[in-house]
């Protein structure tokens, strides 16, 4: 079965430090995306960043950027810069090609300290 | 942006009341999902469509019922609700270039006493 695996249930981090959030996984699957969504309080589940599991090359987006390992299936998600506004539940996810899923870890909620 | 809305924003009910939770993109996404989610808590699939007539249940049992008459439409109903079906109900929406990725409503949050 795939399954995704979040290790963090909550972080506190400092405005303006680095912080990294964990993710495992472990999917049959020979191709698939894995996701970061980020879902602040009471407001709308977005996308933060993807990775083509086929690409070597992290995927970066501005402050955010993950660290794939495809032989360890970890993706770990990195803010730099912290800002207030990453406060948040963070959910990592992996895409299951054969059915069209989503599969979701349990979230990790993220604090930034002022 | 994500074009995918979802009425009502917050709905509190009383028991056996019949209830739907609408849910809308304009970005002709064929495939359609329903989650359930418990506050600050992880995703339950529980319902999802490929295109119109299409409609799967998800991971999670759920005595809700959905329909896809149309694209854009992707409603969900409960008969008659109870207690236990407090929760927030999140649709996703996803298109056949986007890469897998899944785009989220703002979510309904319902309460039924």
């Known amino acids: 079965a795939q399954t995704v695996t979040q290790s963090q249930p909550e972080m506190s981090v400092q405005e303006a430090e680095t912080v990294t959030l964990s993710c495992t996984y472990d999917t049959s699957e020979s191709n698939y995306y894995l996701f970061w969504y980020k879902q602040p309080p009471s407001r709308q589940m977005i996308l933060v960043i993807r990775?083509?599991?086929?690409?070597?090359q992290n995927a970066t987006e501005n402050r955010f950027s993950v660290n794939f390992q495809k032989a360890a299936k970890s993706f770990s998600l990195k803010i730099s810069d912290s800002q207030l506004g990453d406060t948040a539940m963070y959910f990592c996810?992996?895409?299951?090609?054969?059915?069209?899923?989503?599969?979701f870890g349990k979230g990790t909620r993220l604090h930034i300290l002022p | 942006e994500a074009d995918i809305y979802q009425t009502p924003r917050y709905l509190v009910i009383g028991t056996g009341k019949k209830i739907t939770l609408e849910c809308s993109q304009t970005?002709?996404?064929?495939?359609m999902y329903w989650y359930q989610q418990d506050p600050g808590m992880e995703l339950h699939l529980i319902h999802y469509?490929?295109?119109?007539?299409?409609?799967e249940k998800g991971d999670l049992s759920s005595e809700s019922t959905v329909s896809r008459i149309r694209t854009e439409h992707f409603p969900l109903t409960l008969e008659s609700a109870r207690p236990s079906h407090t929760s927030q109900y999140l649709c996703?929406?996803?298109?056949?270039?986007?890469?897998?990725?899944?785009?989220f409503g703002p979510g309904t949050r319902l309460t039924v006493l």
């Open positions: 996810a992996c895409s299951m090609n054969r059915d069209d899923k989503i599969i």
């Open positions: 469509s490929y295109g119109v007539n299409s409609t």
């Open positions: 996703a929406s996803r298109g056949r270039l986007d890469l897998d990725t899944q785009y």
């Open positions: 990775q083509e599991a086929y690409k070597q």
């Open positions: 970005m002709g996404h064929d495939k």
